[in-house]
């Protein structure tokens, strides 16, 4: 369904002030392109990197080197994701504030993240992991959401989905060259005295501490303060996202704080895309509890199933993201709320790392079942709010015929599905 760049929703002013600027100076859409979405998107990916070290370095002899218990790696995966969920939704409010600069906040916080990744090659305990893993949660939960929360700034709901997918994009590569990389780097055990496994966490976080000062340079500012746009880019720019979202009020009272949380877009149809996803997880999933059944699944067909999850997950990720956030108004909801889809998304990590139980491998058959459950719960409730959603829209519309209820504000609008 083509999307209108003035939609309904939008208020006369807006659009009238759109019109007196609708002359586009440039194909300055291009530029913003090439300066936002690869440094944000090489962020993800060092993050993911970042993220997926540890279970290299448990290859490598993690678990040996600081004697850990039999639960010891499980709960360094889950005490990452403890601050990881609770600090998105706070760092983004404080990412909104009028004096802070995007550039600065994400730059000192992958710096700090940096060092924390690289003293996990140094610690000496168990103890001392435990402490960097919580750490680490906090200071790379900043990121993600603060870079699709930049990202949403800058384009209008049309053209949000493409740039989100992109972005997310730059996650996969992380899972892709972090086996490659540790493989190289396990070459280096014994090298100063130290693991190889130890060389995973001090060379990759040397790499963030790097790509931090990048971030700092290279990313811009929101766009009403941007320096990479002429002054009349700058100018159509704000102009036509006035016209696409209303005003960017930061008010932090205004937030409707449950129903943004919960609502998942504005664009267009981004529900049966949503739905096409988890329908392709499902999928997988189904192909890996026949082979927990011990059912004849060939080896093909199994990983077949992991490119099932992956791609159909990916896809929910980027619509999601870009279904709830062109759906809120104003800075403050779309702070809280981009921050908020990330980390519930996040929340899966603390079931994941707990119902894959090694005395059921290689099986997992209660590992699989979860997955496929979850996944199953995931539908019903989207295909629920989604009838929310037609109902909300019907009344709005019931109101306005009887001339109950005015054109879409900050507060009462028409929601997309």
Same mark, same amino acid.
């Given at each position: 369904?083509?999307?209108?760049?003035?939609?309904?929703?939008?208020?006369?002013?807006?659009?009238?002030?759109?019109?007196?600027? !609708? =002359?586009?100076?440039?194909?300055? @859409? #291009?530029?913003?392109? +090439?300066?936002? &979405?690869?440094?944000?998107?090489?962020?993800?990916?060092?993050?993911?990197?970042?993220?997926?070290?540890?279970?290299?370095?448990?290859?490598?002899?993690?678990?040996?080197?600081?004697?850990?218990?039999?639960?010891?790696?499980?709960?360094?995966?889950?005490?990452?994701?403890?601050?990881?969920?609770?600090?998105?939704?706070?760092?983004?409010?404080?990412?909104?504030?009028?004096?802070?600069?995007?550039?600065?906040?994400?730059?000192?916080?992958?710096?700090?993240?940096?060092?924390?990744?690289?003293?996990?090659?140094? !610690? =000496?305990?168990?103890?001392?992991? @435990? #402490?960097?893993?919580? +750490?680490?949660? &906090?200071?790379?939960?900043?990121?993600?959401?603060?870079?699709?929360?930049?990202?949403?700034?800058?384009?209008?709901?049309?053209?949000?989905?493409?740039?989100?997918?992109?972005?997310?994009?730059?996650?996969?590569?992380?899972?892709?060259?972090?086996?490659?990389?540790?493989?190289?780097?396990?070459?280096?055990?014994?090298?100063?005295?130290?693991?190889?496994?130890?060389?995973?966490?001090?060379?990759?976080?040397?790499?963030?501490?790097?790509?931090?000062?990048?971030?700092?340079?290279?990313?811009?500012?929101?766009?009403?303060?941007?320096?990479?746009?002429?002054? #009349?880019?700058?100018?159509?720019?704000?102009?036509?996202?006035?016209?696409?979202?209303?005003?960017?009020?930061?008010?932090?009272?205004?937030?409707?704080?449950?129903?943004?949380?919960?609502?998942?877009?504005?664009?267009?149809?981004?529900?049966?895309?949503?739905?096409?996803?988890?329908?392709?997880?499902?999928?997988?999933?189904?192909?890996?509890?026949?082979?927990?059944?011990?059912?004849?699944?060939?080896?093909?067909?199994?990983?077949?199933?992991?490119?099932?999850?992956?791609?159909?997950?990916?896809?929910?990720?980027?619509?999601?993201?870009?279904?709830?956030?062109?759906?809120?108004?104003?800075?403050?909801?779309?702070?809280?709320?981009?921050?908020?889809?990330?980390?519930?998304?996040?929340?899966?990590?603390?079931?994941?790392?707990?119902?894959?139980?090694?005395?059921?491998?290689?099986?997992?058959?209660?590992?699989?079942?979860?997955?496929?459950?979850?996944?199953?719960?995931?539908?019903?409730?989207?295909?629920?709010?989604?009838?929310?959603?037609?109902?909300?829209?019907?009344?709005?519309?019931?109101?306005?015929?009887?001339?109950?209820?005015?054109?879409?504000?900050?507060?009462?609008?028409?929601?997309?599905?």
């Amino acid at each position: 369904m083509a999307e209108k760049i003035v939609p309904e929703t939008t208020s006369k002013s807006s659009i009238e002030e759109y019109g007196e600027a !609708t =002359a586009q100076p440039s194909n300055y @859409l #291009a530029k913003l392109d +090439l300066r936002l &979405i690869p440094i944000l998107g090489v962020t993800y990916t060092i993050l993911f990197l970042d993220r997926t070290n540890i279970a290299n370095a448990r290859i490598e002899g993690l678990e040996a080197g600081l004697n850990m218990p039999s639960n010891g790696y499980a709960t360094c995966l889950w005490i990452f994701y403890i601050p990881f969920v609770l600090v998105e939704v706070p760092s983004n409010m404080i990412m909104s504030l009028p004096r802070v600069r995007p550039n600065i906040f994400l730059g000192i916080n992958m710096l700090i993240l940096g060092v924390l990744s690289t003293c996990q090659g140094l !610690t =000496a305990s168990y103890g001392g992991m @435990l #402490a960097l893993r919580f +750490l680490i949660g &906090i200071f790379e939960a900043t990121l993600p959401a603060g870079a699709a929360y930049l990202i949403c700034e800058y384009y209008t709901r049309k053209e949000a989905s493409l740039r989100f997918a992109m972005f997310f994009t730059f996650g996969v590569l992380g899972p892709c060259i972090s086996g490659l990389l540790a493989y190289g780097i396990r070459n280096m055990n014994g090298i100063q005295g130290k693991e190889g496994w130890r060389w995973i966490f001090i060379l990759e976080g040397i790499f963030t501490i790097i790509m931090s000062f990048l971030v700092c340079i290279l990313v811009p500012d929101f766009p009403e303060r941007t320096t990479i746009l002429s002054s #009349a880019e700058k100018a159509h720019l704000l102009a036509k996202l006035r016209a696409d979202k209303g005003d960017q009020k930061l008010s932090i009272k205004s937030v409707n704080w449950l129903l943004a949380c919960w609502v998942s877009g504005r664009v267009g149809w981004r529900f049966p895309f949503v739905l096409m996803g988890i329908l392709i997880v499902m999928c997988g999933w189904i192909i890996q509890i026949a082979y927990s059944e011990k059912l004849a699944v060939a080896i093909g067909l199994r990983y077949f199933s992991l490119f099932l999850m992956s791609a159909g997950t990916f896809l929910q990720m980027a619509m999601t993201t870009a279904w709830m956030t062109n759906n809120l108004r104003g800075r403050a909801s779309i702070a809280v709320g981009t921050a908020m889809i990330l980390g519930l998304g996040n929340c899966a990590n603390f079931i994941a790392s707990n119902v894959f139980f090694t005395t059921e491998r290689p099986y997992y058959p209660t590992g699989f079942r979860t997955g496929l459950g979850i996944t199953m719960a995931g539908a019903i409730i989207c295909i629920t709010y989604v009838g929310v959603l037609v109902v909300h829209n019907k009344k709005l519309d019931k109101k306005r015929r009887e001339g109950k209820a005015s054109e879409d504000d900050q507060v009462e609008y028409r929601y997309q599905y």
